[in-house]
């Protein structure tokens, strides 16, 4: 597991598997919860603790980081899809 962003301020870690299976997508923790995100389209999958209020920061941060968390899973494996 990778940590790519970890946003101190805020509290998130976003973390790729680097033995995951596709699609591409991350996992997003904070404070015990989880909850993890397809990036192609941004959907939320798994979600463990995260009520619908607290979604919406979550996307806009994987909106803002899309390139970096793109970038990140491609050297991992090699395709998006």
Known sequence: MVTILHR????????IYTDDHF???????KGGKRVQVYLDPIEFEDNYGF???????IRDLIEENMDLLVRVWVRYH????
């Open 8 to 15: 101190r301020r805020d509290g998130y870690d976003v973390r």
């Open 23 to 29: 699609p591409a997508h991350v996992r997003v923790f």
């Open 51 to 57: 009520n619908t209020r607290e979604l919406g920061p």
């Open 78 to 81: 090699r395709q998006l899809k």
